[in-house]
């Protein structure tokens, strides 16, 4: 989490120094050229704030459960987003990894549904193919019980 916030964070401040660059001068018609850098340095002092703090918060609030009925998961850091998806809805589950995962050893769970994709993020490797077999199970379970009654 921290690696991704720092990386969105280089991504604003590149994008606000050029801004800021390229704008300065006409800015400074409607604004004092001191009001503009407080303004510049208070964002850079919120994104840094976000930084540090965002994955802390948004880990004591992260929770997912799984059982025969449904798949719950709870996150968020301001807005808290809980996404609920029944076993019967799923479409497919697939274990993903993008290159910083890759470097830790993590992956994700993405369960499609009709209705969109629900992810359980931040898992070691061997838990998140086990989550996702158990799952594949459920669905399995779920399609032959379906079979059997027609």
Not at 38 to 59: N, R
Not at 92 to 99: D, F, I, K, L
Not at 108 to 123: K, P, S
Not at 142 to 147: L, T
Request: with cysteine.
């Amino acid at each position: 989490m921290y690696i991704g916030n720092a990386i969105l964070v280089a991504i604003v401040v590149a994008v606000v120094a050029v801004a800021l660059y390229f704008w300065i001068g006409d800015m400074t018609e409607y604004l004092d050229e001191m009001y503009i850098w407080i303004i510049t340095i208070a964002c850079l002092v919120l994104f840094l704030t976000y930084l540090v703090v965002g994955p802390i918060v948004f880990y004591n609030r992260y929770r997912y459960k799984i059982d025969d009925e449904r798949i719950d998961v709870r996150r968020g850091i301001l807005i808290i987003r809980r996404t609920m998806v029944p076993i019967e809805r799923v479409h497919q589950v697939e274990v993903t990894r993008g290159p910083i995962n890759n470097m830790l050893g993590l992956a994700n769970v993405d369960v499609t549904t009709a209705g969109g994709v629900a992810r359980i993020e931040y898992l070691e490797l061997e838990q998140a193919e086990e989550i996702a077999k158990h799952l594949n199970s459920l669905v399995n379970k779920i399609v032959k019980g379906m079979r059997n009654d027609q």
